[in-house]
């Protein structure tokens, strides 16, 4: 099946032959759906803290970094910006030549409103020889939109969302990688230190290292600290193998086998080789202006606080188990922490023999933890916080997809549709155990939560797979807790018009 060119190709790519057979069998049986329990909601798995809670915990997590932890913010920044764009392209495109459909009509009224206006501006005074405001009288909107799109302008088509001027301020426009370094300095420093890592796409890289160096001196100034700022690469031996509709290999025009990214699942990798007491995560495109981060650093300190009041007790708890000197009122105890507080429940616990019930215990609490802010339900596209089945037959706290759910099942899609919050993608990890070690986190991972979808290349259809998600699958054996956060913390931009939102203004 494989030919030695085929196995050169593979083992470029750090792959197994192994692995590509694993991959092809994902293809023919798919994979399972997940069990579920419930929707997650408030008192059923998702906590919402009363104020005088909230400050305790914001207290905590301040007293928690003054004490010198190494703290680490995670963004995944890979990728390009193109699919914020598609619209424009549309139209770039279309056989009309002024602004017809609603978005067109939105996006040409509020040009002055985008923060990357004069950077426009003055690409279109370069190569049309005409600004702006002369392009839209002569009717000329094409030539804006091409000037923003493609190379010879600003090339936002293909640059990443990272690289892309967001916001305004009277000092000038910032990207969100910026912001993201001031959200950085805001929650997440520690002894002076703000530790940020950006996972970027290879072509991408230099020009993120080289707009870094011009950045940070003047952020580190403002709110004085001292940045360390990191990158890395999605691996290429995450990658995956595409398949036909019939699930043979898909091979490109020169016979070379076609590989695709492996989807943010592949970043476990990246996340593991951090080092770091705590890990915020974050996507690149959930930023906000100044003026409106106080509620977001607010939000974030608290579920870190959460987080390590969680973290304390699990440690606690071990030590106390490793003794071996507890009453049966502890173990008592501690099945109530396990199964109330991170949500981990299995229905036959109290028919466990004590030697037993210590092993389960121990590897319950032995292992990552994260705590995810979740946001009611508003109708945005995403995942969703469940009570799940694990294949060790326990409940626990899950972020799924509507990809992992049988849609056939009416009453788990009853769930899915009336679920009360979604996933934000807003996390605080704890990725090392009691006694100081870190956790080998692709040891949590599992794999059997793996999506599969429809893809084309060149007219030629085929089937993609991606790995089980980063805060999908990937995350699936951690302790998870989720906590309700506002609606504000959470303003991501899938378009460009977003960016005209009252949040981005």
């Not at 002024?98 to 004069?118: C, G, H, R, S, W």
């Not at 020889?129 to 002369?134: L, P, Q, R, Y």
């Not at 952020?219 to 398949?243: G, L, M, W």
């Not at 989720?482 to 899938?494: C, R």
Request: aromatic fraction near 10%.
């Amino acid at each position: 099946m494989l030919s030695q060119k085929d196995l050169e190709q593979i083992a470029q790519k750090g792959i197994s032959e192994k692995q590509i057979e694993r991959q092809l069998e994902e293809f023919k049986t798919g994979f399972p759906f997940l069990k579920l329990e419930a929707a997650a909601a408030i008192g059923k798995g998702i906590v919402a803290p009363n104020d005088d809670e909230r400050k305790q915990f914001v207290d905590k997590w301040n007293d928690y970094k003054a004490e010198g932890h190494k703290i680490v913010k995670f963004v995944p920044a890979s990728g390009a910006a193109s699919r914020m764009f598609k619209d424009m392209f549309a139209f770039l495109h279309a056989d009309y030549d002024v602004p017809t459909t609603d978005f067109e009509k939105k996006y040409f009224l509020n040009l002055t409103k985008f923060a990357f206006y004069d950077a426009l501006d003055a690409k279109c005074k370069e190569n049309e020889g005409k600004g702006i405001t002369e392009l839209l009288a002569d009717g000329n909107y094409k030539a804006i939109a091409a000037n923003m799109l493609n190379a010879e302008g600003l090339n936002y088509g293909q640059l990443p969302k990272g690289m892309l001027l967001f916001h305004q301020y009277p000092e000038g426009p910032r990207t969100p990688m910026e912001e993201h370094l001031v959200e950085g300095a805001l929650y997440a420093a520690s002894a002076g230190e703000a530790n940020v890592h950006f996972t970027v796409s290879h072509e991408h890289m230099q020009m993120f290292e080289q707009r870094v160096a011009e950045k940070k001196d003047a952020y580190a100034e403002k709110y004085q600290v001292k940045y360390n700022i990191s990158f890395s690469e999605q691996k290429p031996s995450t990658d995956t193998v595409a398949a036909n509709p019939d699930n043979s290999l898909f091979r490109n025009d020169d016979g070379s086998l076609l590989f695709r990214p492996g989807g943010h699942g592949a970043l476990i990798e990246n996340l593991n080789e951090i080092d770091a007491d705590v890990i915020f995560i974050k996507n690149i495109d959930n930023v906000v202006p100044d003026r409106l981060k106080p509620e977001t650093v607010e939000y974030k300190q608290l579920i870190a606080g959460v987080l390590v009041t969680l973290q304390q007790r699990a440690f606690d708890y071990l030590r106390l188990l490793n003794s071996g000197e507890y009453s049966h009122d502890q173990l008592e105890e501690i099945i109530r922490f396990v199964q109330h507080d991170l949500c981990c429940r299995k229905a036959d616990i109290k028919e466990l023999e004590d030697a037993d019930l210590v092993i389960y215990l121990k590897k319950k609490l032995n292992r990552p933890m994260r705590v995810c802010g979740v946001v009611k339900n508003v109708g945005e596209p995403g995942g969703g916080p469940f009570l799940t089945y694990n294949q060790d037959g326990t409940v626990s706290l899950q972020i799924l997809e509507s990809s992992q759910i049988d849609k056939s099942n009416e009453e788990y899609m009853r769930m899915f549709t009336e679920g009360t919050h979604f996933n934000p993608v807003d996390l605080v990890c704890a990725v090392k155990n009691y006694e100081g070690k870190p956790f080998n986190l692709p040891d949590f991972v599992d794999k059997t939560t793996g999506f599969i979808s429809n893809k084309s290349k060149n007219g030629r259809e085929l089937k993609a797979l991606e790995l089980p998600g980063l805060w999908n699958g990937a995350m699936s054996d951690w302790n998870t807790v989720f906590v309700e956060v506002p609606l504000g913390t959470f303003n991501p931009v899938k378009t460009v018009n977003d960016l005209l939102r009252e949040q981005h203004q």
